[in-house]
Every structure is written in C-alpha cells, then in structure tokens.
C-alpha cells in the first residue's frame, strides 16, 4: 500500500477556511477508517482529531475541532474542510487509515497507521 498524498493546506487568517484532500485509494475497503491528525510543534506526537468509518460514513470529531471542521469521503480522497481558523489550529496536517475489525474504534483503527505522508502544512495568524 502507498503513502497517502495530503494537499490544500496554506496561510490564512484567524477566521479564515481550507479544504484539504488525501488521496487514499489504497484503502479505501468497507471495513477501514480513515482519519485526519495534526502535529502542531516539531517533536510533538501526532493527535488524532477527525474519522469516518467507509462502511457506514459514521464520523467522530474531537471537541477542539467539532462544528469548526469536517471530515467526508468521496470514492478514493478524503477531504477536510477546516472553517473559523485560529492560531491553535497551526500545524501539519496528516491523513491515515486502519482496519477497524471487531469492536475496535475508528480511533484506534487509525492509530496504528504508520505509513504516513509528507503532511501539508496549514498556518493561521492572528
């Protein structure tokens, strides 16, 4: 399986919107998860903070970013809308993808994702 490819990041205002895109079309299989994850500071973990389930479309939203971004799937790109940007949301944004399995979460799915891409890099000034 490839390294996913994100795009659309960039610098914005405080207040300002990006869509971002990840072409995963090498997972794109019912029983995965594809999920968004932020590195805000070189050295920092990667947090997970958006996922859809491809079966179903089920989605889960951090609280940091709920009502602020959006998550959606379209055949093989997975795209972020990001709205009401802030400073906080500086950083380099990541798309990864798990199988979910048996009672496992889209959380946990995506977690174990270690194939990462090159990240694109969105930036909010005051």
């Known amino acids: 399986q490839g390294r996913p490819v994100e795009s659309g990041g960039g610098s914005v205002q405080t207040g300002g919107s990006l869509k971002l895109s990840c072409d995963v079309s090498?997972?794109?299989?019912?029983?995965?998860?594809m999920g968004w994850f932020r590195r805000q500071a070189p050295g920092q973990e990667r947090e997970e903070f958006a996922?859809?389930?491809?079966?179903?479309?089920s989605i889960s939203y951090l609280d940091s970013v709920q009502g602020r971004f959006t998550i959606s799937l379209d055949k093989h790109t997975l795209y972020l809308q990001l709205s009401d940007l802030k400073p906080a949301d500086t950083a380099m944004y990541y798309c990864?993808?798990?199988?979910?399995?048996?009672?496992?979460?889209?959380?946990?799915?995506?977690?174990?994702?270690?194939?990462w891409g090159p990240g694109t890099q969105v930036t909010v000034s005051p």
């Open positions: 996922d859809i389930y491809v079966r179903d479309g």
């Open positions: 990864a993808a798990g199988y979910k399995g048996l009672g496992n979460s889209c959380r946990s799915a995506v977690a174990a994702f270690r194939n």
């Open positions: 090498d997972y794109t299989k019912s029983d995965y998860c």
